[in-house]
């Protein structure tokens, strides 16, 4: 069965720097999403990306943060300066258009 | 804005029994999805049951059945013969139609006693 991969699974960085949080999405979903769960709160939107460009964005994806897709089969998000409230665990997900979304197993960002 | 409000943050069932867990949502659309997505100590997130908006007849996966009450919003998933491997945090989410963004409420966690 066709599956959402995402690396790492875990990932601990320095407040102030840089992480990229990888996922590969299935192979012929057109949609790909980020979400974000702080742990013990409910699952948040990030973003989500159609196309080659950003069609939706929550409030929380401000310019610390950036999407691409660089390779076509690749998918990641960026934060470019790490802060503690950052620590979360993000999880990707793809869908076919009008269908159900699959989530990968969440990548958990530890901002020391 | 749409929202979705799950008021039971956890739930107990013993093994065998059944157990429902309760979700309403808000929203002034009429074309929308709604899902139980099952999320383990694992933190992966499986997709439990769909429920499309314009269908009148409830959804039906195997032991999970919902309860879809459109007119007073309301999306109930019931487990059946419940047993340890459904122990996880339950969450109800919204989609509307013309966009994939998923809405999320705040969770069940449910405990399966033996």
């Known amino acids: 069965e066709p599956e959402v991969t995402q690396t790492p699974s875990h990932q601990v960085t320095q407040m102030g720097q840089e992480v990229i949080l990888r996922c590969v999405p299935i192979?012929?979903?057109?949609?790909f999403y980020w979400y974000r769960q702080i742990l013990g709160q409910k699952v948040e939107f990030l973003v989500s990306?159609?196309?080659?460009?950003?069609?939706?964005k929550s409030e929380i994806f401000d310019d610390q943060f950036s999407v691409e897709r660089p390779d076509g089969s690749n998918f990641t998000l960026k934060i470019r300066s790490t802060k503690l409230e950052d620590s979360a665990m993000y999880f990707c997900?793809?869908?076919?258009?009008?269908?159900?979304?699959?989530f990968g197993q969440g990548t958990r960002l530890t901002v020391v | 804005a749409q929202t979705v409000t799950q008021s039971q943050p956890e739930m107990s069932v013993q093994e065998a029994e059944t157990v429902t867990l309760s979700c309403t949502y808000d929203?002034?659309?009429?074309?929308?999805?709604l899902f139980w997505y099952k999320q383990p100590p694992s933190r992966q997130m499986i997709l439990v049951i769909r429920?499309?908006?314009?269908?009148?007849q409830n959804a039906t996966e195997n032991r999970f059945s919902v309860n879809f009450q459109k007119a007073a919003k309301s999306f109930s998933l019931k487990i059946s013969d419940s047993q340890l491997g459904d122990a996880a945090m339950y969450f109800c989410?919204?989609?509307?139609?013309?966009?994939?963004?998923?809405?999320f409420g705040t969770g069940t966690l449910l405990a399966v006693q033996p």
């Open positions: 997900a793809s869908i076919l258009w009008g269908r159900e979304a699959f």
């Open positions: 192979s012929n979903h057109l949609y």
């Open positions: 990306f159609y196309n080659n460009e950003i069609s939706e």
């Open positions: 929203t002034s659309e009429s074309d929308y999805y």
């Open positions: 429920q499309e908006a314009y269908k009148q």
């Open positions: 989410a919204y989609r509307r139609g013309s966009t994939n963004k998923l809405i």
